[in-house]
């Protein structure tokens, strides 16, 4: 068997090491008599399969002592409801920077819960293709003094917009403002400074592991400032009181979160994933930037190394394009269906080679389209 480049936005390709280990664990882990599956949530096993995996998250991020790593479900989709009744339940204010698909869905739901306010919006509706593909200025940001909180998507996996720095809240005379972000599909693909932010949250299925997880990542002092009517298994603090097991977390995916740590450690850390990240992004771009037959419209300053959509200039080859690449072995290209065109995400997991084969490719389709 031949595994193909899987440059699916999420679920997402697993490091190769890592779907081995689990495959070789499946059926009995450690001595155990079972797989982890089956194991409880209870049991002395399990409790160190967590407690490992916090240990080394805590270690890869350099996560300070007074934020605690929840693990929970529902993903970041859920975590759009789950903040604001978290955070915004003694005052329901809350102010969002828009920069792309998930900013926006994280506006609609929080303002079921909050009065929301755009403090800024790279929003162009009358863009034909990429309607998103910058991030607004600081300078032009509004800021309420009185909000509970700023919400940014740290990197817009649709769009292909990232932050590669924060905003200094204290210059916007909002230091006091908690800052939260969306870190779904670029968390662990760089060092990230965690006391810089009130709160970050992401789904696991993108650099972390299966679906089915997602993490929070909180300071201490916003633990309760929940609503009263938000339901247990979501309230932070009670899910910090029971070390993410008051009711039955997703076992297996932290299970392989877990092994996914201790991958990245083996790597090298954080710092050369970044350096990676930045090799596989930079020789994907110049690519598409050397050629008039693919369009990428995302300004380079915000560029995300995660996740990078593009557009033939002629779309009626999409679908060519497209059996092209399954034929090699390049898999999940297609663009997000609100967008269009075609999108590469290029994870932790993907090496350097796969984006190589995806250059190739891309040169080799333009040659036979001429």
């Not at 720095?165 to 760089?190: Q, T």
Request: glycine letters at 8%; hydrophobic letters at 40%; one cysteine or more.
């Amino acid at each position: 068997m031949t595994r193909a480049w899987n440059f699916g936005a999420g679920p997402a390709a697993l490091p190769e090491a890592v779907l081995k280990q689990a495959a070789d664990e499946m059926l009995e882990w450690h001595g155990a008599g079972m797989s982890v599956m089956e194991m409880s949530h209870r049991g002395k096993d399990f409790s160190g399969i967590i407690g490992q995996a916090e240990a080394d998250l805590r270690e890869l991020l350099k996560v300070p002592a007074n934020y605690k790593i929840l693990f929970m479900q529902g993903g970041a989709i859920a975590e759009n409801a789950i903040v604001p009744m978290n955070l915004a339940g003694k005052n329901p204010k809350i102010d969002f920077v828009e920069t792309g698909s998930w900013s926006t869905k994280s506006i609609t739901e929080a303002s079921r819960y909050a009065d929301v306010h755009i403090a800024a919006t790279s929003l162009n509706p009358k863009a034909p293709q990429g309607k998103y593909t910058r991030i607004p200025s600081v300078s032009d940001w509004h800021l309420r003094p009185d909000t509970a909180y700023l919400h940014l998507c740290g990197n817009e996996t649709i769009d292909g917009v990232e932050y590669f720095a924060w905003p200094d809240l204290e210059a916007l005379g909002a230091g006091h403002v908690p800052l939260v972000v969306d870190v779904s599909s670029h968390i662990l693909s760089r060092p990230l400074d965690v006391a810089k932010f009130g709160l970050l949250y992401g789904g696991a299925q993108k650099n972390i592991g299966p679906a089915g997880l997602t993490l929070v990542i909180i300071r201490e002092d916003l633990l309760d400032q929940a609503h009263p009517l938000c339901p247990s298994a979501f309230r932070y603090k009670t899910v910090a009181e029971n070390a993410s097991m008051f009711n039955t977390p997703p076992t297996y995916s932290i299970y392989i979160a877990g092994l996914v740590f201790q991958w990245l450690k083996a790597q090298g850390g954080l710092a050369e994933m970044e350096r990676r990240n930045i090799a596989k992004a930079e020789l994907l771009y110049q690519t598409l930037d050397r050629s008039d037959f693919y369009i990428s419209h995302v300004e380079r300053a915000c560029r995300s190394r995660m996740n990078v959509p593009f557009f033939l200039a002629d779309e009626s080859r999409n679908d060519a394009f497209l059996a092209g690449a399954a034929e090699r072995g390049l898999l999940q290209l297609k663009g997000h269906k609100s967008v269009g065109g075609m999108r590469a995400s290029i994870y932790n997991a993907m090496p350097i080679e796969g984006v190589r084969a995806l250059v190739d490719y891309l040169q080799d389709f333009e040659k036979t389209q001429a």
